[in-house]
Each structure stands twice: as structure tokens, then as C-alpha cells.
């Protein structure tokens, strides 16, 4: 049985290494709508999927302390694209995949979607981690244990963060905090930290900072 616990507060100089590259550049490079269109896999890549309303684009915008970086690029006619951001000199792409989980979205919509976040997850080489944005509120339902699923079945190690921490009681996370960790245990390809943050308070921001400026 995997033991899951909290990411611990990062070192001084991982802290900083972080900071310093949220600080520096970050430029939104293109939407891919299918795998030709991909970028060079010339860096480093994390990506940061997430059911819709998850919070993914205030945490990224958190992390890059930009107020409408990730908003900029979910504009109408753009929510079913991977959207590449560079971060720092050329150092590595951040990739907002799109919010997964709308039940409004037309079937043909969403097959198109999950066959190219399929070939994506699969067949990108330099993708170093995911993050699988999971809302405190809420806890790890059946659509994000489908994605975990299919990180799995890829061979990408996924993180697990959890957004919106400040809306619930203390008590109320730590159920669900539980719930997560015994979700996990069937997907071999997690990763055993989970970063608990909230894009209002900034809790969080600094480990996750932190973890992605260490991928190598």
C-alpha cells in the first residue's frame, strides 16, 4: 500500500529557485487543436489538467502571478485547445489542457478532445509530470479517476493538487484530503505528495512553484 502524504514546505534554495522562475518570462506560445501542431519537444513540459471549474486557471494564473494570463487563453472558441506557455528563458512549457467533465459539450466535441489528450499524455516525450487539479469541495470523483486512469495507462507520473482549500473547514479537508489519498492507491502512476493550495490565500503556491522548477 502506497504511503501518500502532504508535500512538505521546500527548502529555502528550492523556494527560491522557484520564485525566480515565475519571475522571469512567461509568454503564451500557441493552442494546438491537434498533434501536428505541437511545439518543438525541445524542453522540459508539466501539464495542469483539471475538471471544468476546478480552479486551473487561478492557480495558474497564481503561479505566474499574472491576474489573466490562463483566463487570456480560454477565450470562447479556445476552451478545447492545449495551450502552451513558456516559462522562463526558453526553460520549459507549462500546458493548460482544457477543463475536462462538460456535460454541455457535444459528443463529437468531446471524442475529438479526449483522442487528442490521449496522443498527447502518450506520445509526448519531454511531458515530466501532470497535475490533476482536484476541488477540496468535491474530493476525486468518477471523471478525474478516469484521467488518473489514463495517466496511468500512458506511463506519466501525475501529481495531485488540491484547489480551493480555503472554502472548506479544516475538518471538512482532512475527509477529504482521506478520500484523495484512498483514491490513489489504485493508480500506480501517482506520485506520493499531494500540494494543497488556494489561488485566494496562496497556500500552496510556493511548493508547486517550487516542484516544477526541480523537474529536470
Avoid at 527548502?11 to 525566480?20: C, I, K, S
Avoid at 478520500?179 to 506520485?191: R, S, T, W
Wanted: hydrophobic residues 40%; positive net charge.
Amino acid at each position: 500500500m502506497l504511503n501518500f502524504t502532504l508535500a512538505p514546505e521546500p527548502e529555502d534554495f528550492a523556494r527560491e529557485r522557484g520564485r525566480l522562475l515565475f519571475a522571469g518570462p512567461v509568454d503564451f506560445v500557441k493552442g494546438v487543436v491537434a498533434m501536428s501542431g505541437l511545439p518543438p519537444a525541445d524542453r522540459v513540459e508539466v501539464c495542469f489538467a483539471g475538471r471544468s471549474n476546478v480552479g486551473k486557471s487561478s492557480l495558474i494564473n497564481a503561479l505566474t502571478g499574472r491576474k489573466s494570463l490562463a483566463r487570456a487563453s480560454n477565450t470562447p472558441g479556445r476552451t478545447q485547445e492545449i495551450n502552451f506557455f513558456a516559462l522562463g528563458e526558453d526553460e520549459k512549457y507549462l500546458v493548460d489542457l482544457p477543463g475536462y467533465g462538460y456535460a454541455e459539450a457535444p459528443v463529437a466535441i468531446v471524442r475529438k478532445w479526449q483522442e487528442l489528450l490521449k496522443s498527447y499524455l502518450a506520445g509526448r516525450t519531454t511531458l515530466r509530470r501532470a497535475f490533476v487539479l482536484i476541488d477540496t469541495r468535491h474530493g476525486v470523483k468518477k471523471v478525474d479517476d478516469e484521467i488518473m486512469s489514463l495517466l496511468d495507462r500512458s506511463a506519466v507520473t501525475f501529481q495531485t493538487v488540491l484547489t480551493k482549500a480555503d472554502k472548506v473547514s479544516r475538518t471538512e479537508r482532512e475527509a477529504i484530503i482521506e478520500q484523495v489519498k484512498g483514491a490513489l492507491q489504485k493508480h500506480p502512476a501517482a506520485f506520493p505528495e499531494l500540494v494543497v493550495t488556494s489561488s485566494e490565500k496562496g497556500d500552496g503556491i510556493e511548493t508547486l512553484r517550487a516542484i516544477i522548477a526541480s523537474l529536470q
